[in-house]
T-cell receptor, first 115, second 115 residues
């Protein structure tokens, strides 16, 4: 069964450094998402991406964040200058159809630790 | 805005006990409702869903009914097993708010099932 994959599984970085989290969505999916979960808190929406552009973003997704689909398979989240409060589990998700089917498939997550 | 409220955990049950995890929601439109499960060390997996009022979602012995009059989507299982130990997230997707049908999650309820 196809699945969403994410790399790395755990990333440790120093405050102020740039990080790129990578995701490979399911191949025939059209919508892509990033969510994050700070330890012990709820899963929060960051951004959705469709047709090579951001379709919606949350207030968390400020100028320090960017997303890109650099080729036909990868979907990346970049944090330009990490802060301690960016430490969280980051989940990528994808969905097959634009409208109609609302089921999102999630990857296993990347745990980001900012020191 | 949209929100999801879940009962707080952790919930500890004996094997074969009856499970209820309460979930209520607030939405501006006509949401689809979901239960996701997160096993230790893994990502989020869709457990079940319901897309309109009075729909019942079911999977692996779990059930939840979309109750528009009480804005609820409580998760139930008649007889839990140790393997059901996980964190359960209630979520909604409001198809009429545009954008990418982002998911709004509750805080999650940890379930621990003991022998």
């Amino acid at each position: 069964e196809p699945e969403v994959t994410q790399t790395p599984s755990h990333q440790v970085t120093q405050m102020g450094q740039e990080v790129i989290l990578r995701c490979v969505p399911i191949s025939n999916h059209l919508y892509f998402y990033w969510y994050r979960q700070i330890l012990g808190q709820k899963v929060e929406f960051l951004v959705s991406f469709y047709n090579n552009e951001i379709s919606e973003k949350s207030e968390i997704f400020d100028d320090q964040f960017s997303v890109e689909r650099p080729d036909g398979s990868n979907f990346t989240l970049k944090i330009r200058s990490t802060k301690l409060e960016d430490s969280a589990m980051y989940f990528c998700a994808s969905r097959r159809l634009a409208g109609g089917n609302y089921e999102q498939y999630f990857g296993p997550g990347t745990r980001l630790t900012v020191t | 805005g949209n929100s999801v409220t879940q009962m707080e955990g952790p919930v500890t049950l004996s094997e074969e006990a009856f499970l209820t995890i309460n979930c209520t929601y607030t939405a501006t439109g006509y949401p689809s409702l979901f239960w996701y499960v997160q096993y230790p060390g893994e990502g989020l997996q869709l457990l079940l869903k319901a897309t309109k009022a009075d729909d019942k979602g079911s999977n692996k012995g779990f059930e939840a009914t979309y109750r528009k009059e009480t804005t609820s989507f409580h998760l139930e299982k008649g007889s839990v097993q140790v393997s059901d130990s996980a964190v359960y997230f209630c979520a909604l997707s409001d198809r009429f708010t545009g954008g990418g049908n982002k998911l709004t999650f509750g805080t999650g309820t940890q379930l621990k099932v003991e022998l």
